[in-house]
């Protein structure tokens, strides 16, 4: 029981990163109908620039997020007005192309800037954890458990960070001005003009927040002590069956895949050598993707999505 729970909350702290770069993918398809497949190479580059900022300039860790998170809202809206801006009124394939593209340039950009040499953001919980039930022991400076659920304190930061962001983003979206009428936008572009909203700059916005969330979502995957090289950014790569298996146009969607996601890959990378070893090694990889077929067999718009009806 003890492996199981521990087992969960890894699940739960791993899945709370794919939510945060699940909504970050939302948040942009819901304001300009692109699927943005450049938010890998942003997640990556939000790494890069945390890193840069708590280990080379000596920052505090929280104060490096901050600093990064603002950089790639930046640089998002940059790409959004350069790249993105001309393709309105073009088929979302074409845009979708496009992110492709930019996707490919910027790992090229952070292959340079990482210049093939592994970076850190540190580690603001020491890979300390909460024992419950158990006897505490510390070996070295870490904080282990014996007999009881061990349950790693990064796991619980990740989970309450994204509670905290997600929950702060759901009320600004729904209360705030600025946000109904990203809303509008995303429900309807031509009723929005006609009342006076600027759709372009709704875009500019849900850009920065996408971004945003995909560079927060890269400094808690690092921040666990481990090394992070360009080629993580494919890590994000995993959201896309959270968007799906949740709603491509949903926000709660996104939160409830990602969290399906993490505690699917958790569960099989803990119980997958014993109960099915044949599957072979790093099969919990595999399983993002299998649940992401079974639910388009059930429900193609997925578990939040709307279903669309086409007449004919």
Known sequence: MSTLLSSLATGLGQGAVYALIAVSFVIIYRATGVLNFAQPALLILGTFATSVFATQIGLPFWL???????IIAILSVGIERVAIRPMVGRPAFSAAIVTVGLFIVLLVVAFRLFDSQPRTVGDPWQLQVFCLGGEATESFGVVGCTGGVQIYQNAVGRVLIALVVIGLLGWWLSRSKLGLAMRATSLDQETALAQGISVGRMFSISWAIGGGLAALAGALLAANGSVVQATDALFALVALPAIIIGGLDSLRGAVV?????????ALT????????PWLGTNFENVVPYLLMLIVLLVRPYGIFGTREVQRV
């Open 64 to 70: 490096a997020v901050v600093l990064g998170v603002l």
């Open 257 to 265: 895949g990602g969290l399906i996601v993490g505690l699917s890959m």
């Open 269 to 276: 990378k803990t119980y997958q050598t014993t109960f099915a």
